[in-house]
């Protein structure tokens, strides 16, 4: 079974400052997806960012950009320039065969003045 | 483009008592996830539709929750009779279709919290 891994339960973050999420996995499939989610209070699961298996190149979205390591399995999150409206709890997500999703159990972002 | 509709939104209950949640996909969305989101958790699946089939139901406690798509749309997620363990978000999230190559991006609703006394 595919498991997902946040190591940092909470994590702050000065605003205009850059900070890295960090998240790894265990699967044995060659094909799968790996996402990161943000959760802010209202608990709508929003998309940040999605990084396909095969693809060598790591994903960019704006002032989000991951870093996807497939032999160390590991996929970190980067956010840059962090803004307030960034504050939520930020999921890692595994889709392997099926499309189901495998959570980690998140990470809580805190954006300082 | 409307999201993904769940209402209702906020429902408290006593334990062995009864409860429906219901999910709205994104217009032309084949596939639709219900998860469960205890406090301090990531999602767990519950159960996942095709259409109106069942592709994965494997963790979903049944002898007391069951789900229906019937005409391959709307879905309704039951609980009976509750349990205190049951007290979580229950999110819906639908996608465009089961992929067999790509994997399709899960879109979520706002998700329908429940606690149960």
């Known amino acids: 079974a595919q498991t997902v891994t946040q190591s940092q339960p909470e994590m702050s973050v000065q605003e205009a400052e850059t900070v890295t999420l960090s998240c790894t996995y265990d699967?044995?499939?060659?094909?799968?997806?790996l996402f990161w989610y943000k959760q802010p209070p209202s608990r709508q699961m929003i998309l940040v960012i999605r990084?396909?298996?095969?693809?060598?190149q790591n994903a960019t979205e704006n002032r989000f950009s991951v870093n996807f390591q497939k032999a160390a399995k590991s996929f970190s999150l980067k956010i840059s320039d962090s803004q307030l409206g960034d504050a939520a709890m930020y999921f890692c997500?595994?889709?392997?065969?099926?499309?189901?999703?495998?959570f980690g159990t998140g990470t809580q972002l805190k954006v300082e003045l | 483009e409307a999201g993904v509709a769940q209402s209702p939104r906020y429902k408290i209950i006593e334990k062995r008592q009864s409860v429906a949640f219901w999910c709205n996909p994104i217009?032309?969305?084949?596939?639709l996830y219900w998860y469960q989101q205890i406090l301090g958790q990531g999602p767990k699946l519950l159960i996942q539709?095709?259409?109106?089939?069942?592709?994965?139901d494997s963790q979903l406690p049944k002898d007391r929750f069951s789900a229906e798509r019937l005409k391959g749309v709307d879905s309704t997620l039951k609980i009976q009779p509750a349990k205190l363990e049951d007290s979580a978000v229950y999110l819906c999230?639908?996608?465009?279709?089961?992929?067999?190559?790509?994997?399709?991006?899960?879109?979520f609703g706002p998700g329908t919290r429940l606690l149960v006394l």
């Open positions: 999230a639908s996608s465009l279709r089961l992929a067999g190559g790509p994997r399709e991006t899960q879109y």
């Open positions: 217009s032309g969305h084949a596939t």
């Open positions: 539709f095709q259409n109106n089939g069942v592709v994965d």
């Open positions: 699967t044995s499939e060659s094909d799968y997806y």
């Open positions: 990084q396909e298996a095969y693809k060598q």
């Open positions: 997500a595994y889709a392997g065969g099926g499309n189901k999703l495998t």
